[in-house]
Protein backbone atom coordinates (compact mmCIF):
# COMPACT_ATOMS: atom_id res chain seq x y z
CA UNK A 1 0.00 0.00 0.00
CA UNK A 2 1.08 3.57 -0.75
CA UNK A 3 2.17 5.71 1.59
CA UNK A 4 4.03 9.58 2.00
CA UNK A 5 5.11 10.26 5.33
CA UNK A 6 6.30 13.93 5.67
CA UNK A 7 8.26 15.61 7.94
CA UNK A 8 10.35 19.08 8.34
CA UNK A 9 7.77 21.64 9.67
CA UNK A 10 8.33 23.69 12.35
CA UNK A 11 8.08 27.35 13.78
CA UNK A 12 10.49 29.96 11.67
CA UNK A 13 10.58 33.52 11.86
CA UNK A 14 9.98 35.45 9.02
CA UNK A 15 12.84 35.26 6.20
CA UNK A 16 13.92 32.32 7.32
CA UNK A 17 14.48 28.85 5.63
CA UNK A 18 12.72 24.78 6.07
CA UNK A 19 12.99 21.91 4.12
CA UNK A 20 10.25 19.56 3.88
CA UNK A 21 10.58 15.84 3.17
CA UNK A 22 8.06 13.12 1.80
CA UNK A 23 9.55 9.73 1.90
CA UNK A 24 7.40 7.76 -0.66
CA UNK A 25 7.05 3.84 -0.04
CA UNK A 26 4.41 0.70 -1.22
CA UNK A 27 5.44 1.14 -4.89
CA UNK A 28 8.40 3.19 -7.22
CA UNK A 29 7.43 6.77 -7.42
CA UNK A 30 10.02 7.86 -10.16
CA UNK A 31 7.66 8.51 -12.75
CA UNK A 32 4.50 10.03 -10.80
CA UNK A 33 4.31 13.56 -10.38
CA UNK A 34 4.98 14.34 -7.03
CA UNK A 35 3.21 17.79 -5.22
CA UNK A 36 3.13 19.82 -2.47
CA UNK A 37 -0.22 21.69 -1.22
CA UNK A 38 -1.01 24.12 1.87
CA UNK A 39 -3.73 24.55 3.62
CA UNK A 40 -3.78 27.58 6.02
CA UNK A 41 -6.77 28.13 8.82
CA UNK A 42 -10.08 28.91 7.30
CA UNK A 43 -8.42 28.48 3.70
CA UNK A 44 -9.17 25.62 1.13
CA UNK A 45 -6.17 23.87 0.08
CA UNK A 46 -3.76 25.36 -2.73
CA UNK A 47 -1.24 23.56 -4.92
CA UNK A 48 2.31 25.21 -4.07
CA UNK A 49 4.38 22.91 -6.36
CA UNK A 50 4.98 19.77 -8.45
CA UNK A 51 7.69 17.96 -10.22
CA UNK A 52 6.44 15.79 -12.65
CA UNK A 53 8.52 13.29 -14.97
CA UNK A 54 8.86 14.13 -18.80
CA UNK A 55 11.06 11.15 -20.01
CA UNK A 56 14.34 9.80 -19.27
CA UNK A 57 16.08 11.80 -16.53
CA UNK A 58 14.24 15.06 -16.98
CA UNK A 59 11.48 16.51 -15.15
CA UNK A 60 9.49 19.45 -15.12
CA UNK A 61 8.48 21.71 -11.97
CA UNK A 62 5.59 24.03 -11.36
CA UNK A 63 4.74 26.78 -9.16
CA UNK A 64 2.38 28.61 -7.71
CA UNK A 65 2.86 32.36 -8.53
CA UNK A 66 2.97 32.65 -4.42
CA UNK A 67 6.25 30.85 -4.10
CA UNK A 68 7.87 31.41 -6.75
CA UNK A 69 11.80 32.73 -6.96
CA UNK A 70 11.45 31.25 -3.00
CA UNK A 71 10.39 27.95 -3.03
CA UNK A 72 12.30 24.98 -4.56
CA UNK A 73 10.85 21.49 -5.26
CA UNK A 74 13.14 18.42 -5.84
CA UNK A 75 13.42 14.53 -6.22
CA UNK A 76 15.94 11.73 -4.89
CA UNK A 77 14.06 8.53 -7.06
CA UNK A 78 16.93 6.62 -5.37
CA UNK A 79 15.62 7.58 -1.66
CA UNK A 80 11.96 7.64 -2.71
CA UNK A 81 11.72 11.15 -1.40
CA UNK A 82 10.44 14.91 -2.68
CA UNK A 83 11.91 17.83 -0.98
CA UNK A 84 10.32 21.23 -0.76
CA UNK A 85 12.99 23.87 0.02
CA UNK A 86 11.74 27.04 1.44
CA UNK A 87 13.35 29.92 1.53
CA UNK A 88 12.51 34.15 2.74
CA UNK A 89 9.45 32.17 4.57
CA UNK A 90 6.76 35.12 5.24
CA UNK A 91 3.41 34.95 7.65
CA UNK A 92 1.22 34.11 5.32
CA UNK A 93 3.29 30.74 3.94
CA UNK A 94 1.75 29.39 7.32
CA UNK A 95 -0.27 26.06 6.97
CA UNK A 96 0.06 22.50 7.14
CA UNK A 97 2.07 21.45 3.91
CA UNK A 98 0.76 18.06 2.49
CA UNK A 99 3.19 15.97 0.10
CA UNK A 100 1.27 14.35 -2.49
CA UNK A 101 1.87 12.10 -5.39
CA UNK A 102 -0.18 11.72 -9.08
CA UNK A 103 0.48 9.49 -11.54
CA UNK A 104 1.11 11.78 -14.38
CA UNK A 105 1.24 15.76 -14.95
CA UNK A 106 -2.50 15.28 -16.24
CA UNK A 107 -4.14 13.25 -13.49
CA UNK A 108 -5.09 14.40 -10.43
CA UNK A 109 -3.52 13.50 -7.11
CA UNK A 110 -4.24 10.19 -5.47
CA UNK A 111 -1.75 9.46 -2.95
CA UNK A 112 -1.45 12.45 -0.44
CA UNK A 113 0.53 12.74 3.20
CA UNK A 114 -1.09 13.48 6.45
CA UNK A 115 0.83 16.40 6.64
CA UNK A 116 3.53 18.49 8.97
CA UNK A 117 2.56 21.95 10.00
CA UNK A 118 4.63 25.24 9.38
CA UNK A 119 4.44 28.21 11.28
CA UNK A 120 6.20 31.83 10.26
CA UNK A 121 6.51 34.37 12.80
CA UNK A 122 6.55 38.17 12.34
Known amino acids: QAQLVESGGGLVQAGGSLRLSCVASGRTFSTYTMGWFRQAPGKEREFVAG???????????DYADSVKGRFTISRNNAENTVYLQMNSLKSEDTAVYYC????????????WGQGTQVTVSS
Open 100 to 111: AAALSRRRSYEY
Open 51 to 61: LSWSGLNTYVA
